[in-house]
């Protein structure tokens, strides 16, 4: 591709009106550029890491990426590269969120590569807070000493999807998902097994998904399971979530989680959110579940853009520490056993 082309590509993306959030065609469908700025102002209270207290900028998953697909007879060549960008820090790292390349046809999806676990996606598809500071890390798929550690990113993944009007299915079997390098041979007695259904139809979504390891870095062998759903009706939209996980070894990760949210319109372009879950104690633990509440408004200022205020709070048991906020938002809000650390957060987001 000349310099030409790409000269042109960065102008249309920084040119375009603001009417809508789709991708930005280069090359037709052989090649468009999206991306996602997402920046916050927060102010967090870790309840005991006084150092971390105070004002802070976050970048969060904020991203830009490539994608297309080139025409091969029945088929499509599908690909994506995907980069996270830490707009607060100037830095980034190409194709490290998810990145792929396969084949797409009238069977579905075939494709190998980086990308988020079924597992995860389930989770990220019920939550209202994305990646601000109430996203629903901090407590589903979070340990109450290790943290937020099931909502991967596997690498060394084939996955399968196949999509209609209404449903997706997806299945997913990865090697070495954690820690794969170049230069060697994946270690194939690392693995993970993921897989979900979601439904839409009708104002009702409903999704549910399993997830087996082997050699987790903190499970080790085990399972998990969960299932949401959420009904829109109206201006509001309620929904509810179950997880359990079940390690075979490890006390921290047998325990179980629920949770519940609520979006409702204020007015067309303006919405109420909030978001409450708890983690139970851990099987041959005492103390170590926790819950939290997450509470915004958010504003569309177009189809593009939005603007929001979000706060977020964690209260722990005695001997857990789940914290505020753990995963998708760029700065985490880490905490002490018992503590209750918080945080309130002025953000924007721009996709295109």
């Not at 969120?97 to 019920?126: E, H, I, Q």
């Not at 943290?147 to 990865?174: C, D, F, H, I, P």
């Not at 070495?176 to 390098?181: L, V």
């Amino acid at each position: 591709m000349n310099k030409k082309i790409i000269a042109a590509a960065v102008a249309s993306v920084l040119t375009l009106p603001m009417v809508s959030a789709q991708a930005v065609e280069v090359v037709g469908k052989k090649l468009e550029i999206y991306g996602k700025f997402h920046l916050s102002v927060d102010v967090s209270n870790t309840d005991g890491l006084v150092s971390t207290d105070g004002l802070s900028i976050s970048s969060n998953s904020s991203r830009l990426g490539f994608k297309g697909a080139i025409p091969a007879g029945d088929m499509d060549i599908i690909y994506q590269l995907e980069s996270e960008l830490f707009m607060d820090e100037a830095g980034g790292k190409l194709t490290n969120r998810n990145t792929y390349a396969g084949l797409k046809g009238s069977f579905g999806k075939f494709f190998v590569g980086n990308y988020d676990t079924p597992f995860k996606t389930v989770a990220s598809k019920w939550g209202v807070f994305g990646d601000g500071v109430g996203e629903r890390r901090a407590i589903l798929g979070a340990g109450y000493q290790s943290g937020n550690q099931l909502n991967e990113r596997a690498q060394n993944a084939l996955v399968y999807e196949m999509k209609t009007k209404t449903s997706n299915v997806q299945v997913m079997y990865a090697v070495d998902p954690e820690s794969g390098a170049d230069g060697a041979v994946d270690n194939s007695q690392k693995n993970v097994t993921s897989m979900s259904f979601r439904y839409n139809k009708d104002g009702l979504w409903f999704g549910a998904a399993y997830e087996a390891w082997k050699g987790h870095s903190k499970i080790v062998d085990g399972n998990a399971l969960r299932v949401g759903a959420k009904y829109k009706m109206g201006k509001a939209q309620i929904g509810l979530i179950y997880e359990n996980i079940n390690s075979s070894t490890v006390n921290e990760w047998q325990r179980s989680a629920y949770g519940a949210n609520l979006k409702y319109k204020i007015s067309k372009a303006t919405d109420f959110r909030a978001q409450y879950l708890v983690a139970g104690s851990a099987k041959n633990t005492t103390d170590t579940g926790a819950s939290k509440l997450g509470l915004g408004i958010h504003h569309k200022l177009n189809k593009k853009s939005s603007v929001y205020v979000e706060y977020a709070v964690t209260n722990n048991q005695a001997n857990a520490k789940f914290q505020a906020v753990d995963g998708g938002h760029g700065d985490e809000v880490k905490t002490v056993n018992g503590g209750s650390p918080s945080s309130i957060s002025f953000g924007m987001v721009y996709k295109f």
